[in-house]
């Protein structure tokens, strides 16, 4: 089936630690997004990328890294320079000119 | 100010009836227009999009756009109980890819 797989659903992370949200497609789109969303709030843009091997900040960049070394892969490190990182993930992927499809989503919380 | 903006909520619609959703927008050149529902505890799923003024129907649901105003709405007919939801509008600019997600309306749909 066709789809956004993101992994693992729930992830916890001790201070001062690095953890890669994983993000996946097959459904051969150019465009990957990745943001997160805090309770009670819109979705906030973190990165994105239109083409392999380049992607742009979003709106809440610090404290995030992201790679796009496959067309179908965007991972998301959130590192320990940032201080608040418990929110609800969320990877989207879409073809030019066409509307985004979210994966499942990662629960990222603080140990 | 805030870029797109939505009644946070709850509104509570009794079932069978209409349910109307509202969002404003600020960047007068924005193109397209999305709504999404979200579930509690799960990712954004598309349910609509409109690019032109006027109507856009799709069974139960209909977008309205009016760009000289600046806001499109969503109607839902026949309200279920399993339309018990936040809905998020998005809005496109112009020669971008980027969403901007208002903070969601919660929908209530009372049996």
């Known amino acids: 089936d066709g789809g956004i797989t993101q992994s693992p659903k729930y992830l916890f992370r001790k201070e001062g630690q690095n953890v890669t949200l994983s993000c996946e497609q097959n459904?051969?789109?150019?465009?990957m997004y990745w943001y997160r969303q805090d309770p009670g709030q819109g979705l906030r843009l973190i990165y994105y990328s239109q083409i392999v091997n380049d992607f742009q900040k979003g709106d809440i960049a610090e404290g995030y890294s992201v790679s796009r070394e496959k067309k179908e892969s965007f991972p998301l490190t959130v590192t320990s320079a940032q201080k608040n990182p418990t929110a609800f993930y969320l990877c989207?992927?879409?073809?030019?000119?066409?509307?985004?499809?979210f994966g499942d989503g990662t629960r990222l919380s603080i140990l | 100010q805030k870029e797109v903006e939505q009644n946070s909520g709850p509104l509570s619609v009794p079932e069978g009836a209409i349910a109307s959703l509202n969002c404003t927008y600020s960047d007068r050149g924005s193109q397209s227009f999305f709504w999404y529902r979200q579930y509690s505890g799960k990712s954004p799923e598309l349910i609509m999009f409109?690019?032109?003024?006027g109507d856009k129907e799709d069974g139960r649901f209909t977008a309205q756009l009016n760009k000289a105003s600046q806001y499109v709405s969503l109607l839902i007919r026949d309200s279920q109980p399993s339309d018990s939801a936040t809905y998020l509008c998005?809005?496109?600019?112009?020669?971008?890819?980027?969403?901007?997600f208002g903070t969601g309306t919660r929908l209530t749909i009372i049996p």
């Open positions: 459904l051969n789109h150019d465009a």
């Open positions: 989207a992927s879409s073809d030019t000119g066409q509307p985004q499809h």
């Open positions: 998005a809005v496109q600019p112009p020669f971008g890819e980027k969403l901007t």
């Open positions: 409109i690019y032109s003024n």
